[in-house]
């Protein structure tokens, strides 16, 4: 059973930069498409970003392209999304999350969550000064 384990949150300044990690135990994660989702209170879950399972490519919303970055490390089972210029906007709890397994797959997506069965817990991401 696939379980995941986001850590790296916290409280940064407006321009800052933060790294969330997911740590992945049970499965191997590179079977899988990855994702990045963020939920603010009385809002729906927003795609942030995704990344396959083959090729790497990868996805990011309007909002945060050339400031978020995903990544994997496959030896370590742990995926990453580094955020730079952080923007208050950006407050949120970030949820990673995987879908599949799906092994080969080119393309992901983060329009929908429905693809992705696997949660973590969420980590709270706080930019303010």
């Known amino acids: 059973q696939l379980q995941l384990v986001e850590s790296g949150g916290g409280l940064v300044q407006p321009g800052g930069s933060l790294r969330l990690s997911c740590a992945a135990s049970?499965?191997?994660?590179?079977?899988?498409?990855i994702g990045w989702f963020r939920q603010v209170p009385g809002k729906e879950r927003e795609g942030v970003s995704c990344?396959?399972?083959?090729?790497?490519?990868?996805t990011y919303a309007d909002s945060v392209k050339g400031r978020f970055t995903i990544s994997r490390d496959n030896a370590k089972n742990t995926v990453y999304l580094e955020m730079n210029s952080l923007k208050p906007e950006d407050t949120a709890v970030y949820y990673c999350?995987?879908?599949?397994?799906?092994?080969?797959?080119?393309?992901?997506?983060?329009?929908?969550?429905?693809?992705?069965?696997?949660w973590g817990q969420g980590t709270q991401v706080t930019v303010s000064s």
């Open positions: 049970g499965v191997s994660l590179d079977r899988y498409v």
């Open positions: 990344l396959s399972s083959k090729g790497g490519t990868t």
């Open positions: 999350a995987a879908g599949g397994p799906y092994p080969g797959q080119p393309l992901c997506v983060i329009s929908t969550s429905r693809l992705y069965g696997y």
